[in-house]
């Protein structure tokens, strides 16, 4: 098969989509499809991301003004040009590539009005949704979040389309399934030595420093072993490793990271945000002590904390809720250990290979 992702990255945007639409990406390689990337240069990030990884690149041009992309609410000007615009630009892009037989794409700023454009240069569409909040009109809807429903996209989708629905098909590398057991195996003790810190690709808001000084306000710290993973494009790294100088604790400042399901695995508590790596961490079954660092990913977090599989934390009272959740993990081992079998029981890895399967049949109906 032949298969174009559309899906762009940036400060604003985060480089989340971008990864899951690599993971699918190479399940679809492996199994011997054809893929292509098709963007709009919003910070320059997708040459450094997506190259790499020896995928071809159409780039769609720049955005308009650079003050389009605002604000992780405003979706409609993630785009950075008008709607037409890019749908017109897509469809050039594909009819150069003499079509795609699946067309993935991955952006708060696309629903069916450009989806119909852009439909007769393709075969079928995939759609990977978050919010539930537009129409879409495409063949296939992936939402890999917990709790998510046929009912939650009514009046959304048109009869035909197949909706994808929960972390069965969360779209996670295959290193995360290979190490489920092995991380699943020492987690029964509840004891926090090592703690990961993930705040996003970009941390935009360095939470991840607020997080570190509440940390070291906690008791009994000498022994903690603490991890920051920033992605290439954090604006925090030399401020963040000047901080790591003065905790009374060992932080290691790690970015771009290849070997993030080992540290995962590796880990006995992360502090996150409740992005796309959740699901990583409860493939791993990773007790996390979760933020939610962009109104998007409010719903995942708090289906996650509902089943159990993580704490929640206030963005603003990092510094008081942080000690408390400490103090009582400490107190109540049990805590953390129930966390991680919840966690655990959301996903199994595998999510991506699923996905693959369906694309498939889809094709060759």
């Not at 240069?41 to 450094?48: G, L, Q, S, T, V």
């Not at 050039?92 to 454009?117: K, T």
């Not at 495409?138 to 389309?161: E, I, P, W």
């Not at 070997?259 to 959740?278: E, F, P, V, Y």
Request: aromatic share 8%.
């Amino acid at each position: 098969m032949k298969v174009a992702f559309r899906v762009d990255a940036s400060l604003t945007i985060g480089t989340g989509h971008t990864m899951r639409c690599l993971t699918l990406a190479d399940a679809l390689r492996n199994d011997g499809s054809d893929c292509v990337f098709i963007y709009r240069n919003h910070d320059e990030f997708e040459e450094e991301i997506i190259k790499p990884r020896g995928y071809q690149l159409f780039c769609l041009g720049g955005i308009e003004k650079k003050n389009n992309v605002i604000s992780s609410s405003e979706y409609s000007k993630w785009l950075g040009v008008d709607t037409q615009r890019d749908a017109e630009d897509t469809a050039n892009a594909l009819c150069r590539m003499g079509g795609v037989d699946w067309l993935v794409v991955d952006h708060y700023g696309i629903g069916a009005r450009w989806e119909a454009h852009v439909r007769q240069y393709c075969r079928r569409i995939l759609a990977i949704d978050d919010l539930a909040n537009r129409d879409h009109a495409v063949d296939v809807l992936l939402d890999q979040n917990l709790g998510k429903t046929t009912a939650d996209y009514t009046g959304r989708l048109h009869s035909g389309c197949t909706l994808l629905a929960g972390p069965y098909f969360a779209l996670l590398r295959p290193e995360f399934a290979s190490l489920r057991n092995e991380s699943l195996s020492h987690r029964r003790y509840g004891k926090v030595r090592n703690i990961l810190i993930t705040m996003g690709g970009v941390d935009f808001d360095n939470v991840s420093r607020t997080v570190l000084e509440a940390l070291s306000t906690c008791n009994n710290t000498q022994k903690l072993n603490i991890v920051v993973v920033l992605g290439t494009y954090s604006p925090w790294q030399e401020n963040l490793r000047k901080l790591s100088d003065t905790m009374p604790f060992r932080t290691d400042i790690r970015v771009n990271v290849q070997n993030m399901a080992q540290l995962m695995s590796k880990a006995d508590l992360a502090i996150g945000a409740a992005g796309s790596t959740t699901w990583e961490r409860c493939c791993l079954g990773l007790p996390t002590l979760q933020l939610i660092i962009a109104e998007n990913q409010r719903g995942i977090a708090e289906a996650l904390r509902d089943a159990g599989g993580a704490h929640m934390l206030s963005h603003k009272n990092l510094y008081e809720d942080i000690p408390y959740v400490m103090n009582k993990i400490e107190k109540n081992p049990e805590y953390l250990i129930q966390m991680s079998k919840a966690a655990a029981a959301v996903t199994d890895g595998f999510g991506a290979r699923r996905v693959v399967q369906k694309l498939n049949e889809g094709i060759f109906l």
